[in-house]
C-alpha cells in the first residue's frame, strides 16, 4: 500500500499489516499519522518486489538504467539486476501549481503502518498542495484538469525519473490564480482490457458518438532554479 498527503508525505506499508473485518462499518485501523491540516490524497497498490536489503535497494538506485550519471557498475549479479529492473514500478506525483515529478518506487521503502511517512515532493510552497500521487510509466499520458475549466493532455515519455525527495519541475503553466484541481493516468492500450471495456466500447460504436483524442502536449522536462534531485 501506498497512501499519498497532501503536504507532500508518503508511506509504503504491506498489506498484510490490515486485517480482514468482519462487518463494513468496522472502524478500520490507522494507515497513517497525520500533522496538522495534512490529509490523505491517494491509495496506490504497488506490487511486491522482495529486495533483499537496505544494502541491495540502494546498489541498485546508484546503478539505475534512469540514472544519467552512472559511473560504475552494481554489485549484484546481471540476473538479479535485470530482475529488478523488469520489476521496477514508477510514482507519479502531480502538484496544484503544475508542477510534478516521476520516481522509482524503489526509493519508497517499506515501514511499519501507521508512521509519518517519508518525503513525497519538497517545496510544497512553490509547488503548491498535492493533487494526485499514483503509478505511472514514460509510456503512459497525463490528464489534467484546472479550476478555470481547462483540460490538457500530457506525454510523460520526455518526464525524466528524478529523486523522490526533490521539488520536481513544471509540467503545466497555470495562469495567476488557477490551480490544478485533478489528474489521471489514461489507458492509450487499442484493445479492451476486459469485457466490461469490450461492451462499453461496442456500445459506443455502434451509437454514432465521435470519440476526439486532444492533441498531444510536450512536457517542458527542465529543472526550475531551486530543484535538487536529493
Not at 139 to 145: E, H, I, P
Not at 169 to 177: D, T
Given at each position: 500500500m501506498l497512501l499519498a498527503t497532501k503536504c507532500g508525505k508518503a508511506i509504503r506499508f504491506s498489506g498484510e499489516q490490515i486485517r480482514e473485518f468482519q462487518s463494513r462499518t468496522s472502524t478500520g485501523v490507522r494507515g497513517m499519522t497525520l500533522k496538522g491540516e495534512d490529509e490523505v490524497i491517494s491509495l496506490s497498490i504497488l506490487h511486491r518486489v522482495g529486495v533483499r536489503d537496505q544494502d541491495e535497494r540502494e546498489d541498485y538506485l546508484r546503478h539505475a538504467p534512469w540514472k544519467p550519471d552512472r559511473e560504475s557498475e552494481p554489485r549484484m549479479s546481471e540476473e538479479r539486476y535485470a530482475e529488478l529492473v523488469a520489476k521496477e514500478q514508477f510514482?507519479?506525483?502531480?502538484?496544484?501549481?503544475?508542477?510534478?515529478?516521476?520516481?522509482?518506487?524503489?526509493?519508497?521503502?517499506?515501514?511499519?503502518?501507521?508512521?509519518q511517512g517519508?518525503?513525497?515532493i519538497d517545496n510544497i510552497e512553490r509547488n503548491g498542495e498535492v493533487v494526485a500521487s499514483?503509478?505511472?510509466?514514460?509510456?503512459?499520458?497525463?490528464?489534467?484538469?484546472t479550476d478555470q475549466a481547462k483540460l490538457i493532455r500530457l506525454p510523460l515519455e520526455s518526464l525524466r525519473v528524478i529523486g523522490r525527495n526533490s521539488a520536481g519541475?513544471?509540467?503545466?503553466?497555470?495562469?495567476?490564480?488557477e490551480h490544478v484541481v485533478s489528474a489521471v493516468r489514461l489507458d492509450d492500450r487499442p484493445e479492451p482490457e476486459?469485457?466490461?471495456?469490450e461492451a462499453v466500447a461496442q456500445e459506443l460504436g455502434g451509437s454514432g458518438i465521435d470519440l476526439v483524442v486532444p492533441e498531444d502536449h510536450p512536457v517542458r522536462d527542465q529543472d526550475v532554479e531551486g530543484d535538487t534531485e536529493e
Open positions: 510514482v507519479l506525483t502531480v502538484c496544484t501549481n503544475g508542477y510534478g515529478k516521476l520516481s522509482s518506487a524503489y526509493e519508497y521503502r517499506r515501514t511499519g503502518r501507521g508512521g517519508i518525503t513525497n499514483f503509478p505511472a510509466t514514460q509510456a503512459d499520458q497525463l490528464m489534467l484538469v519541475v513544471r509540467l503545466f503553466n497555470v495562469a495567476e490564480g476486459n469485457a466490461a471495456e
